[in-house]
């Protein structure tokens, strides 16, 4: 079995299916019922691959820790997600999941072997890819560093608009 953390809200209609995997799994795997922290778990040398319904800030955790993603959206914008994750970012693979249809345990038991065997090596590879580009355009002289700098530069000048405006403004009322 793979090893793995499972992490099911605090819905409690989840319980039982919680339950019977965390019996099923024994000791290869931990369900963790309620919160988690992700980010933390994510940044984990053990963790490889993440099964995520692909909320934005998951997507943007795992792609920036380089983890491959299995995607598994529910409902509204997460289906939006893991088509970009999927399609264009190419990092990771769709469970399949379709919207009000639930995945087999058969489905989900071929998506997780699929992740650890070779079948995944490019996705892996596209992944790390990306944090590389993503690595070089943080630091100072990247694209996001100077994007940020001019961001910075514009608020002051904008306050410094403004504090002159305000400035004369006061002179105009004492006179």
């Known amino acids: 079995m793979v090893p793995f ?10 319980d039982e299916v919680a339950d019977e995997v965390a019996a099923v799994a024994g000791e290869s795997g931990q369900v963790v019922k309620g919160w988690a922290p992700q980010l933390a778990i994510l940044g984990h ?8 319904h692909c909320g934005r800030w998951a997507v943007t955790e795992a792609v920036a820790l380089d983890r491959l993603l299995q995607t598994w ?5 997460q289906f939006y997600n893991e088509k970009f994750v999927v399609e264009v970012a ?21 998506r997780v072997r ?14 790390w890819d990306i944090v590389l ?17 001019c961001m910075i530069e514009d608020i ?11 400035r004369e403004e006061n002179l105009n009322w004492s006179s």
């Not at 040398?45 to 995520?52: D, E, K, L, R, Y």
């Not at 959206?73 to 914008?77: H, I, R, S």
């Not at 580009?133 to 700098?149: I, N």
């Open 156 to 166: 002051r000048q904008r306050r410094e608009k403004r504090n002159r405006g305000n």
């Open 45 to 52: 040398i053990a963790v490889g691959t993440f099964v995520t």
């Open 73 to 77: 959206p529910l409902f509204g914008e």
């Open 133 to 149: 580009v993503v690595r070089r355009e943080v630091v100072k002289g990247g694209s996001s560093y100077a994007s940020v700098d």
């Open 5 to 14: 953390i499972w992490v099911v809200g605090r819905d409690h209609s989840s």
């Open 114 to 127: 699929w992740a650890h065997g070779t079948g995944a090596e490019a996705v892996r590879k596209r992944a």
């Open 90 to 110: 190419r990092t990771g693979e769709s469970m399949g999941a379709k919207r009000g249809v639930v995945l087999s345990r058969e489905k989900v038991a071929e």
